[in-house]
């Protein structure tokens, strides 16, 4: 969770909420400190497997994500019209269930997980997120809080330390869920992007009958974190964190997120007791 706060410059308003100007007509501005976040978001994920030699094992993946915190369109937009996430709005949860293969080589310890049945379900509770500001997170119907999709996903880790002491550690995850077995039973189906926004703006002069409402066919999705930890002395560390994500039901275009950040670590460790 993390926030900056910065001078925004607004322009000031009458009583009435107008836009006040000098008397050579230049607008009145004012100058604030804002708190915005940047930052905001928690995952759980447990992996129960059983072994079935050195390198295999079966079992599943959950993983849960959501946020602290509300979340709001802009630095000066910051009032309950303008928001646009909160705890569960949006919610995600991916469950998985297949078979992974770690690595034996310390050089190169890669995890895959490949799972033929997966489900992904997203939540946006906010009625006031989901209905009125218009942030929906895929949810195709208004009067729905959550979607699940049925498919298959991939998940592989990597993550390793260099050095002799340890002074450089690069981590990262890729997953990518495909709805393929909810493709199949889509209604409304159009394939090319063209034919579905004129069909689009047709089922709205229609009077937006969610029966008839044409859809995009589901994509993959895909996240892609990156952390790279600089470990400069026993207790000053510098993280550089990338992270790429595609969900097209949430956005059609690609985003992306880079933090870099420098603070204190301390590892806790239980010392052995001496044996008597």
Do not use: C
Request: hydrophobic share 30%; net charge positive.
């Amino acid at each position: 969770l993390g926030y900056n706060r910065m001078k925004v410059e607004t322009q000031r308003l009458d009583a009435d909420g107008n836009p006040m100007v000098d008397d050579s007509g230049n607008k009145i501005m004012d100058s604030e400190g804002i708190w915005f976040k940047n930052q905001d978001e928690f995952v759980i994920s447990v992996a129960p497997s059983f072994k079935m030699s050195d390198n295999w094992s079966y079992g599943s993946i959950l993983n849960f994500r959501s946020q602290f915190v509300n979340g709001y369109k802009s630095r000066t937009e910051q009032k309950e019209e303008h928001l646009k996430s909160k705890f569960m709005t949006p919610g995600y949860l991916d469950i998985s269930l297949g078979i992974t293969y770690k690595s034996p080589k310390a050089k190169f310890p890669i995890v895959v997980n490949i799972s033929p049945i997966a489900l992904n379900a997203t939540f946006a509770e906010n009625e006031l997120i989901r209905k009125t500001n218009g942030f929906n997170y895929g949810i195709e119907d208004p009067d729905k809080t959550s979607k699940y999709e049925g498919g298959s996903s991939i998940q592989i880790d990597f993550d390793r330390k260099f050095g002799n002491r340890d002074v450089l550690r690069y981590r990262t995850t890729f997953f990518s869920f495909y709805g393929w077995i909810s493709n199949l039973g889509q209604k409304n189906k159009i394939a090319k992007f063209s034919d579905y926004i004129a069909a689009y703006d047709k089922w709205e002069a229609d009077g937006k009958d969610q029966e008839t409402k044409p859809t995009l066919p589901i994509h993959p999705t895909v996240r892609w974190e990156n952390t790279l930890d600089i470990k400069a002395t026993k207790y000053l560390t510098t993280s550089i964190y990338f992270q790429l994500y595609y969900n097209r039901a949430q956005s059609y275009a690609v985003q992306t997120q880079a933090i870099l950040s420098v603070g204190l670590s301390y590892t806790f460790q239980n010392k052995p007791k001496p044996k008597k």
